[in-house]
Antibody, heavy 120, light 106 residues
Framework: QLQLQESGSGLVKPSQTLSLTCAVS??????????WSWIRQPPGKGLEWIGY???????YYNPSLKSRVTISVDRSKNQFSLKLSSVTAADTAVYYC????????????WGQGTMVTVSS | DIQMTQSPSSLSASVGDRVTITCRAS??????LNWYQQKPGKAPKLLIY???SLQSGVPSRFSGSGSGTDFTLTISSLQPEDFATYYC????????FGQGTKLEIK
């Protein structure tokens, strides 16, 4: 059964770059037809989609974050990564990775989430 | 950008009640509408995809309907484990989530 697991720094200083990785197990990240997304949730607030990388390597980002986001894939390690630059306190959130499925691109598998705090 | 508006933002109900949550898109999204359930401290869980298709393993008391701009999630008979926050999401053009509906015990 496919599983996703986020990892990375839980504390980032303002103006620095947030870096997270999502490890995929129980299946291949190169499987056709799927997309691999990052989503975040500030404490006590709703969900915000950050961006995704398609199995082909194409990337699509939330327009509100596009200038600061990079999502990449490492097929040899079966994982994908998020970099968010120039972070501020507003970027403090739980960050989830998720798989976009083949039907309606719904997020059918999620990681457990990892809390990232932006603070000096 | 496509905006998603859920109503109500919060809802109090009792076990056994029938509950409906509404989601409206700012433009037509055909049937590219998904529903998620989130419990405190947990990742969201997919309930309904493509507006009305029940995700595998989800109880049949959950159902979805709608197309175009107006959608509903219905829980036919609330169970104790259903008290949670529900989000709609459009996947027609990139992704946007609704603001969430918190379902609380009356």
């Amino acid at each position: 059964q496919l599983q996703l697991q986020e990892s990375g720094s839980g504390l980032v200083k303002p103006s620095q770059t947030l870096s997270l990785t999502c490890a995929v197990s129980g299946g291949s990240i190169s499987s056709g037809g799927y997309s691999w997304s990052w989503i975040r949730q500030p404490p006590g607030k709703g969900l915000e989609w950050i961006g995704y990388i398609y199995h082909s390597g194409s990337t699509y980002y939330n327009p509100s974050l596009k200038s600061r986001v990079t999502i990449s894939v490492d097929r040899s390690k079966n994982q994908f990564s998020l970099k968010l630059s120039s972070v501020t306190a507003a970027d403090t959130a739980v960050y989830y990775c998720a798989r976009g499925g083949m039907v309606a691109a719904a997020f059918d598998i999620w990681g457990q989430g990892t809390m990232v705090t932006v603070s000096s | 950008d496509i905006q998603m508006t859920q109503s109500p933002s919060s809802l109090s109900a009792s076990v056994g009640d029938r509950v409906t949550i509404t989601c409206r898109a700012s433009q037509s999204i055909s049937s590219y509408l998904n529903w998620y359930q989130q419990k405190p401290g947990k990742a969201p869980k997919l309930l309904i995809y493509a507006a009305s298709s029940l995700q595998s393993g989800v109880p049949s008391r959950f159902s979805g309907s709608g197309s175009g701009t107006d959608f509903t999630l219905t829980i036919s008979s609330l169970q104790p484990e259903d008290f949670a926050t529900y989000y709609c999401q459009q996947s027609y053009s990139l992704y946007t989530f609704g603001q969430g509906t918190k379902l609380e015990i009356k």
